[in-house]
């Protein structure tokens, strides 16, 4: 069982910078492979970006390559998501998610391969 919980989430304006971390409980941390998502108000959940379980491959939606950078911390148990030059579209509820298996792939673009999700933390952008 693995227990996520988000941090970090906020209101800025447009331009702005946020730093998402999602702290996890459990002694095999490295053993998952680690996704961000965002859901906004009327729209579905997407993907944002993931990391494989050593951290040495990323992932990212193309809508937030070049902006957003995915990390992780196995000694900490964390994974985190640094956001830069925000946008009013980015504004969503961000969670994170771990997935049953250390290697990153095309499946896990996608939420139905995830085994455990945090409860969200709120991301505003304003114009």
């Known amino acids: 069982q693995v227990q996520l919980v988000e941090s970090g989430g906020g209101l800025v304006q447009a331009g702005g910078s946020l730093r998402l971390s999602c702290a996890a409980s459990?002694?095999?941390?490295?053993?998952?492979?680690m996704g961000w998502f965002r859901q906004a108000p009327g729209k579905e959940r997407e993907f944002v970006a993931g990391?494989?379980?050593?951290?040495?491959?990323?992932y990212y939606a193309d809508s937030v390559k070049g902006r957003f950078t995915i990390s992780r911390d196995n000694a900490k148990n964390t994974v985190y998501l640094q956001l830069n030059s925000l946008k009013p579209e980015d504004t969503a509820v961000y969670y994170c998610?771990?997935?049953?298996?250390?290697?990153?792939?095309?499946?896990?673009?996608?939420?139905?391969?995830?085994?455990?999700w945090g409860q969200g933390t709120q991301v505003t952008v304003s114009s």
């Open positions: 459990g002694r095999t941390f490295s053993s998952y492979a």
């Open positions: 990391i494989s379980g050593r951290g040495d491959a990323s």
């Open positions: 998610a771990a997935a049953p298996s250390p290697f990153f792939t095309v499946a896990l673009t996608t939420s139905l391969d995830y085994s455990y």
